[in-house]
């Protein structure tokens, strides 16, 4: 069957194909995508191509579709998968395979298999690993984002704590501690600063620092701190460190100068690490969650904290099933909201171009609609583009947008996929 997708060539080299599809084999799975959310990791393989480590060398002969964060309908099912997997049946999946101790992923590696596509076909590896997950929820868009958020969920489990004397790690966050989500203010930290307010171990105050006051603005206006103090009885602050003459002496003073238990980097920037280091209470644990590709970056971190006071660093990259099964679980439950992440949406032939200048739109993630065809705008701008294109449908979208707390929600994906199509 003839599909588009957006493939990478080489580095900085990301094309909208038109090529067919194989017949799929006994083993594997046809699948039409429907969204497809873009992550920086995807920006990173752009960017780097074959320097990638997740990227075959081979890629200029056989083209790789990009995306990982997607989701859509089953379409047509090999004969060892029949008795699980229907044609019809809505999926996501769980891209961080390991699969016999490589790092091929959907996204990065396979000529057949990615998120910006109209359609393509799972591997056998895909089933075997049990990375393929059926998807009962509403709206596609959460289980696209089920992905980025299960990497946070899985940063959280993977922290631990100590205790002097005992050579045993208790796992996961610090309950009723104190944690800091340094450069938090964009999309994977609001993605886990929901999660970190609603999951069943919870930190007694957070933190967000950021140095951009609109992102700050926003993160606030979305988790009012007061709202969120009367019901969930977490301290929350949003502090901008750009405004601190010292950053780590302000952000210690916070915690009563005890410092915090955990903290997560959100970005490779080496004062953001060193700051991170810096904050640290005893036995306080660092997860640097954001990769850089840089592969010589480095920072400054306290050693004499290490020594001393059992402080320690880390880093996660991804989740696993479970956290992914989890996040789908809890945004069913509707006690964490991705959709705080999306400021944009666009169609497939908008993926490209927004993929390689991605550090430089500001606002969160971009989710794309693969059978779409539409450019990338801001949720914000919608009511502005309905104007000046005299096009009711974005002016409509805007109104079910406002009446969410300028969100994207289920409405506005159905509305979306009703009144917009491949032919416009």
């Not at 990615?114 to 998807?135: K, N, Q, R, S």
Request: glycine share 8%; aromatic share 8%; with cysteine.
């Amino acid at each position: 069957m003839k599909v588009k997708a957006v493939r990478l060539h080489a580095a900085n080299d990301l094309r909208l194909d038109t090529f067919e599809l194989p017949e799929i084999k006994d083993d594997e799975i046809l699948v039409k995508v429907v969204s497809d959310s873009i992550c920086m990791s995807t920006y990173k393989c752009a960017i780097l191509g074959t320097g990638h480590k997740r990227v075959h060398p081979d890629v200029a002969e056989h083209p790789a579709i990009m995306g990982h964060e997607f989701a859509g309908d089953i379409v047509k099912v090999g004969k060892a998968h029949q008795d699980k997997f229907k044609p019809g049946m809505k999926f996501t999946l769980q891209p961080a395979l390991n699969y016999k101790g490589t790092m091929w992923s959907p996204g990065y590696s396979y000529e057949f298999f990615g998120g910006d596509a109209t359609y393509c076909i799972i591997p056998a590896e895909v089933m075997e690993l049990g990375c393929l997950l059926e998807y009962k929820g509403r709206a596609y868009y959460e289980a696209s984002l089920a992905e980025p958020m299960s990497c946070s969920i899985g940063a959280f489990n993977a922290a631990y704590h100590t205790k002097m004397g005992v050579y045993h790690h208790d796992m996961g966050i610090k309950k009723g501690g104190k944690l800091a989500i340094l450069a938090g203010a964009g999309p994977m930290g609001l993605g886990a600063l929901t999660y970190a307010l609603h999951r069943d171990v919870r930190p007694g105050m957070v933190v967000v620092t950021d140095i951009n006051e609109d992102r700050l603005a926003r993160a606030e206006s979305l988790f009012p701190p007061k709202e969120v103090k009367e019901k969930d009885g977490i301290d929350l602050y949003f502090v901008n460190t750009a405004n601190m003459a010292d950053p780590a002496a302000e952000l210690r003073e916070l915690t009563g100068g005890t410092g915090f238990d955990d903290v997560f980097c959100y970005a490779p920037i080496a004062p953001v690490v060193e700051l991170s280091s810096a904050v640290l209470g005893r036995d306080g644990c660092l997860n640097f969650f954001a990769g850089p590709t840089d592969k010589q970056f480095s920072a400054k971190m306290n050693f004499y904290d290490v020594h001393y006071n059992s402080t320690h660093v880390m880093g996660t990259t991804g989740g696993n099933t479970a956290d992914m099964i989890e996040s789908l679980e809890l945004t069913a439950a509707k006690r964490i909201d991705p959709a705080v992440m999306v400021t944009h949406i666009g169609g497939l032939n908008a993926a490209a171009e927004t993929t390689l200048n991605l550090p430089k739109i500001p606002g969160g993630k971009k989710l794309i609609y693969t059978h779409l065809t539409m450019p990338l705008i801001a949720l914000t701008d919608l009511r502005a583009k309905g104007e000046q294109d005299n096009d009711p449908r974005y002016t409509a979208l805007a109104d079910i947008v406002d009446a969410h707390n300028g969100l994207w929600c289920p409405e506005a994906e159905e509305y979306l996929l009703a009144n917009f199509n491949p032919e416009d």
